[in-house]
T-cell receptor, first 111, second 113 residues
Framework: TQLLEQSPQFLSIQEGENLTVYCNSS?????LQWYRQEPGEGPVLLVT?????EVKKLKRLTFQFGDARKDSSLHITAAQPGDTGLYLC???????????FGGGTRLMVKP | KAGVTQTPRYLIKTRGQQVTLSCSPI?????VSWYQQTPGQGLQFLFE???????NKGNFPGRFSGRQFSNSRSEMNVSTLELGDSALYLC????????????FGPGTRLTVL
C-alpha cells in the first residue's frame, strides 16, 4: 500500500483542457514536492509546498497543500502537449532526505 | 551549475553478477540519495549519504549497499543480482537545507538477464 496515493494513474486529454491530479495520504507531511519526469530522464522538481492551505502558481500550474498537510493537488489550465509526462508527488515526514513518492500520474496531452 | 551526473546510463548484467553505479552530485551538495524506480513499485528510497555517512536507509535487502567519498561522489553496489533488480536507479543530491528538495540525475537503466 502506497503511503501517498495519487489519482488518476493515467490521464489522456486534448490540448486546451484543464485537469487536476490528486495526492492523498493519511499521514502528515512537513513538506510536499511535485516532480515531472519525462521518459529516460530523472524527475525534475516543480514546486515545494510547506504550509497547510498554501497555494502556489507556476504559469499554468497551480499547486495546493491541504490544510492538514496530508494531501495536495496539481491543477493544469489549458494543457499543452509539452505538459505530457509522469507527475509525481513526494512527501517529507522530517526524516532527513527520505522522500516518500506517490505512484505517479501519467499525463498525455494530445494536439 | 552542472547537474547531477550518473554513470553508466545503461547496463546489462546477468543473474548472480554484481554491479556498481556512480553518482556525482551538484557542486556544493553534500547529501546524495539513491532511489529505485520500477513500473510496479514506483520510486522507492534506497539510502541517503551525507558527509560520507549513511543517514537513512530504505527497506531493501543487504545486497544493496552504498558509500560516499570525501568529494561527495557516491557509489551504489548491488551484489548477487536478481531479475527483479532490473530498474532505473536514480541518484538525487540535496544541500540538506530548506525543505529537502532533491535534484535528480538522469538515472542508470539496469537490465538483469
Amino acid at each position: 500500500t502506497q503511503l501517498l496515493e495519487q489519482s488518476p494513474q493515467f490521464l489522456s486529454i486534448q490540448e486546451g483542457e484543464n485537469l487536476t491530479v490528486y495526492c492523498n495520504s493519511s499521514s502528515v507531511f512537513s513538506s510536499l514536492q511535485w516532480y515531472r519526469q519525462e521518459p529516460g530522464e530523472g524527475p525534475v522538481l516543480l514546486v515545494t509546498v510547506v504550509t497547510g492551505g498554501e497555494v502556489k502558481k507556476l504559469k499554468r500550474l497551480t499547486f495546493q497543500f491541504g490544510d492538514a498537510r496530508k494531501d495536495s493537488s496539481l491543477h493544469i489550465t489549458a494543457a499543452q502537449p509539452g505538459d505530457t509526462g509522469l507527475y509525481l508527488c513526494a512527501g517529507d515526514k522530517n526524516a532527513g532526505n527520505m522522500l516518500t513518492f506517490g505512484g505517479g500520474t501519467r499525463l498525455m496531452v494530445k494536439p | 551549475k552542472a547537474g547531477v551526473t550518473q554513470t553508466p546510463r545503461y547496463l546489462i548484467k546477468t543473474r548472480g553478477q554484481q554491479v556498481t553505479l556512480s553518482c556525482s552530485p551538484i557542486s556544493g551538495h553534500r547529501s546524495v540519495s539513491w532511489y529505485q524506480q520500477t513500473p510496479g513499485q514506483g520510486l522507492q528510497f534506497l539510502f541517503e549519504y551525507f558527509s560520507e555517512t549513511q543517514r537513512n536507509k530504505g527497506n531493501f535487502p543487504g545486497r544493496f549497499s552504498g558509500r560516499q567519498f570525501s568529494n561527495s561522489r557516491s557509489e551504489m553496489n548491488v551484489s548477487t543480482l536478481e531479475l527483479g533488480d532490473s530498474a532505473l536507479y536514480l541518484c538525487a543530491s540535496s544541500s540538506r537545507q530548506g525543505y529537502n528538495e532533491q535534484f535528480f540525475g538522469p538515472g542508470t537503466r539496469l537490465t538483469v538477464l
